[in-house]
């Protein structure tokens, strides 16, 4: 049987392993950044990067968000005609949507969609030995490959939560007014009305940066670190779908403290 | 003692070590400028790492390697990158980049590092892919291509920025017979018409000792033997000739290291 001291011995393992793997994730990050500059002159790369890791995702996006959106609007109504109160169904579906639903369930959504094809491919890149050729032709692979899918994720990431959160408030139209019958001038007032550009908007642009900015990070992270092998490239590609979302959760919770946790 | 100006690359006191297994021990090598250097072992012996550390991606435990006159392991990164520009690799299965076809891959260290205009560029890669024969593959993804023809469009690649040495990594592994009679002709006659120094890691010994002109052993993390294919064959060392001509048992054991076997047998897993 293992003794007490083993165990603590493989807690301190985890725990500096943990630590290790976050130091290098820093360091890449930092290298990530300073290759940034340089692409302002071949925004090209990012350009194509921004397609395939933003424009792929579209599909998944828009179907996504006209059904989270649908379902907002029925359970909406549901509670509010109770009180008497579904004129405001617009608000409830905007807010619920710009301020939590639009960016945490994008970068869910991202990180399976994008973040995984994204670890996958650096992965695999690596296993082929490609990265290795990239560096003995004297190019930077971090700059070349990392840097520009780094910033094509954190450039999509918003604009795909912006796309959410529109879509939902489609399908909560579709559904309260066109269903049942909120009255269709009552849905798009209240929500001009009680919908704020810089607490609710805003904020929202906020979380979903952010949430790009980790999604991405750790993908490409996953990706560069992977084991150059089958199984290696596997897990990576497992640990940045489950790291990336509990990290979105969690951040998640921590933003929406900072940002609305005052009233 | 040769003069070092002729020397290209050069490994002095080399160690190297993986976790806690010696790769490299104290060695010495020496590649002359111009000719065709030929590094061989059993598979393990770090033949693929020697070529990693001469292009600075690992860092030696101890020694120098010196490329050029330029001590890798002392350059700063930009001078490394500098220094690598001057240096052509072959990797084993090609590496090429997959998601782009043939000529853009020859042409990609072309536009990474210069600002030739296209129509230039274009010249270039079409007269590095006419050199390998595979002109006519321009349009093709690198998923189409067989293993021998990627090692061609790497090797076209390799070129491309007109190094003074490649080092090739274990070239040869799984080719048939023609397309390893295409790249054994192909690396002797490049090194010969462009004067660059090429450095091969091989354990296929005819195809190798057919072109290079020099030939280390590596075993054990020891130089065991060097010298040409003709000092080779007669080499003192019983290692070196059962290395060279591929017996089955010799100083390199047929048997794993194990515990006696019929004591193995008889303990009957009880053990």
Do not use: C
Request: net charge negative; aromatic share 8%.
């Amino acid at each position: 049987m293992k003794s007490v001291l083993d165990h603590l011995q493989t807690l301190g393992q985890k725990g500096t392993g943990f630590f290790e793997r976050l130091g290098r994730a820093s360091i890449l990050f930092a290298r990530i950044l300073g290759g940034a500059p340089s692409l302002f002159l071949r925004f090209s790369l990012v350009v194509q990067q921004t397609y395939s890791v933003g424009v792929l995702s579209l599909l998944i996006i828009l179907v996504s968000g006209l059904f989270v959106g649908m379902v907002l609007g029925l359970q909406g109504y549901n509670t509010l005609v109770d009180f008497g109160a579904e004129e405001s169904l617009g608000v409830v579906v905007s807010l619920s949507l710009v301020r939590e639903l639009g960016p945490v369930v994008t970068a869910l959504l991202f990180a399976g969609r994008a973040g995984s094809a994204l670890t996958a491919e650096i992965g695999l890149m690596k296993a082929t030995e490609q990265l290795s050729a990239m560096e003995m032709m004297a190019i930077d692979p971090i700059r070349r490959v990392l840097t520009p899918r780094f910033l094509a994720g954190v450039i999509s990431m918003p604009l795909l939560a912006a796309i959410f959160s529109a879509v939902g408030v489609i399908g909560g139209y579709f559904v309260g007014v066109g269903l049942l019958g909120v009255d269709d001038g009552a849905y798009w007032s209240q929500m001009q009305a009680k919908v704020d550009l810089y607490d609710d908007l805003l904020n929202g642009v906020i979380k979903s940066f952010v949430f790009g900015i980790i999604v991405t990070w750790i993908a490409v992270f996953e990706g560069y670190d992977a084991t150059p092998t089958s199984e290696g490239v596997s897990r990576a590609t497992t640990r940045t779908v489950v790291h990336s979302s509990l990290a979105i959760l969690a951040m998640d919770f921590i933003l929406t403290a900072l940002m609305f946790g005052e009233h | 003692m040769s003069n070092s100006s002729d020397i290209l690359v050069s490994a002095r006191g080399l160690s190297f070590a993986r976790g806690s297994r010696q790769i490299f021990n104290d060695i010495d090598i020496n590649i002359k400028r111009g000719s065709v250097t030929a590094i061989m072992g059993p598979s393990g012996t770090g033949k693929t790492t020697l070529l990693r550390l001469i292009g600075g991606q690992l860092q030696p435990d101890s020694g120098t390697v010196t490329v050029d006159g330029e001590a890798v392991h002392a350059l700063r990164r930009g001078q490394l990158y500098q220094l690598r520009k001057r240096m052509g690799m072959l990797f084993q299965n090609g590496a090429l980049l997959t998601d782009m076809n043939v000529f853009d891959n020859v042409a990609f260290p072309l536009r990474e590092h210069t600002d030739l205009p296209e129509r230039l560029i274009r010249n270039l890669v079409l007269m590095k892919l006419h050199a390998v024969g595979l002109r006519g593959a321009r349009g093709l993804m690198p998923s189409e291509l067989s293993g021998g023809m990627a090692r061609r469009v790497a090797l076209a690649r390799a070129i491309a920025l007109d190094p003074m040495m490649i080092m090739y990594d274990e070239p040869f592994t799984g080719q048939d017979p023609i397309s390893l009679g295409v790249l054994v002709r192909l690396i002797r006659l490049l090194n010969d018409a462009l004067g660059l120094t090429s450095i091969i890691v091989s354990h296929d010994i005819a195809e190798t000792a057919a072109i290079a002109d020099d030939i280390y052993l590596l075993s054990g993390g020891k130089v065991v033997a060097h010298g040409s294919a003709e000092d080779l064959k007669q080499s003192g060392s019983e290692w070196a000739r059962q290395f060279i001509q591929g017996l089955p048992d010799g100083p390199v054991p047929f048997h794993y290291p194990a515990e006696d076997y019929a004591q193995d047998l008889l303990s009957g897993g009880l053990a």
